[in-house]
């Protein structure tokens, strides 16, 4: 079975652009987590969608939004973007909420200019 | 609230070394625990896990025991291989929903 998918692997935006980072988990994987790891760093939690719906957030800024579509695929967009939103960011799906596995993807490396 | 904490890297060690990596935590009620393993250029891969006090999970040579009267989560391995280059991550879930909390990575290199 195919892992986590996502999509673009690289990605170079300016200040003040907008992104938007594909993701599909598993088959059968009806969770989606969004992570942001920065340089160095361990992975911080953005978002969890759910059956579709939003299930959990941390703690950043509005100018986060994701959504999750009716296959399960995600996506996390990022508008006006600074120079600190340069990162990997990560997708993890799992079958289910709650302490259950997490399957990472390979990340998207998103760097800004 | 919750987090977890790391002993800092990175970690050398010769191969057939004995491995320790550090990991205590902060949570409220009952988390689970996880050792994540990230190879350069690779995805998270989830490395082993407890889910109660006093559990052990282990995994390719790999341990950890849930310590909860020490709120620690050790990783030991008895002989590391040059394979087991990667950095390690601590994290926790609280068992109420599915956000990870990690630590901030220990990076090992293992020398031949």
């Known amino acids: 079975d195919a892992g986590v998918t996502q999509s673009p692997t690289h990605l170079i935006k300016t200040r003040g652009q907008h992104v938007t980072l594909r993701c599909s988990p598993i088959s059968g994987h009806k969770s989606v987590s969004w992570y942001q790891q920065v340089l160095g760093q361990g992975p911080q939690f953005i978002f969890q969608y759910y059956e579709k719906e939003e299930r959990g957030r941390g703690n950043f800024p509005d100018r986060f939004s994701a959504r999750q579509f009716p296959n399960y695929s995600s996506e996390l967009n990022v508008n006006a973007l600074l120079l600190g939103d340069s990162a990997l960011y990560l997708c993890?799906?799992?079958?289910?909420?709650?302490?259950?596995?997490?399957?990472f993807g390979p990340g998207t490396r998103l760097t800004v200019t | 609230g919750n987090s977890v904490t790391q002993m800092e890297g990175p970690v050398t060690l010769s191969e057939e070394a004995f491995l320790t990596i550090n990991c205590t935590y902060t949570?409220?009620?009952?988390?689970?625990l996880f050792w994540y393993v990230q190879y350069p250029g690779e995805g998270l891969q989830l490395l082993l896990k407890?889910?109660?006090?006093?559990d052990k999970g282990s995994n390719k040579g790999f341990e950890a025991t849930y310590r909860k009267e020490t709120t620690s989560f050790h990783l030991e391995k008895g002989s590391v291989q040059v394979s087991d280059s990667a950095v390690y991550f601590c994290?926790?879930?609280?068992?109420?929903?599915?956000?990870?909390?990690f630590g901030t990575g220990t990076s090992l290199t293992v020398i031949p």
């Open positions: 407890a889910t109660k006090a006093d």
């Open positions: 993890a799906s799992s079958y289910e909420q709650g302490p259950y596995e997490q399957y």
């Open positions: 949570a409220t009620g009952y988390p689970s």
């Open positions: 994290a926790l879930n609280r068992n109420t929903g599915n956000q990870f909390y």
